[in-house]
């Protein structure tokens, strides 16, 4: 598996934020089920009470930017009453980019980082 040794590497850098582990899916195939894990590998950052899945290149530094973004996020989730009052309700100064996507969408998964890096420049350029 060329994904664990990634997941060591990117753990020595969180180590006191974020937990890492492990489930062999073979042994533990009722968790598995349990967690809705379909295909493998699945890697999901569990925030509080969110389950954030990990859609990145298998490297060191894609691990540590999702973990980055999850801790730090830049981009945020609109929902209707949210939209209303940040989008449609701002400020005439104050400009939006805002991705309509669907969750099963495999080009938005792969765009969702792509949205987190123009973000993140977006806001260093700002300050």
């Known amino acids: 598996m060329h994904l664990l040794p990634e ?30 894990i379909n295909s493998y590998p699945t890697t999901i950052m569990f ?8 859609n990145g290149q298998h490297q060191e530094q894609a691990i540590l930017t999702f973990i980055d973004d999850i801790l730090n996020p830049t981009v945020i989730s609109l929902d209707n009453d949210l ?14 980019l805002v991705d309509f996507f ?6 938005c998964q792969q765009l969702s980082g792509e949205w987190r890096i123009l973000s993140k420049v977006l806001n260093l350029v700002r300050c």
């Open 102 to 107: 669907m969750p099963w969408c495999f080009p």
């Open 47 to 54: 925030n509080q009470s969110a389950r954030h899945y990990f």
């Open 7 to 36: 997941f060591r590497k990117a753990s020595k850098h969180v180590n006191e934020k974020v937990n890492f582990g492990t489930v062999d899916c073979t042994v533990h195939n009722q968790l598995c089920q349990e967690t809705g």
């Open 83 to 96: 939209y209303i009052q940040l989008v449609e309700n701002k400020n005439l100064n104050d400009m939006w």
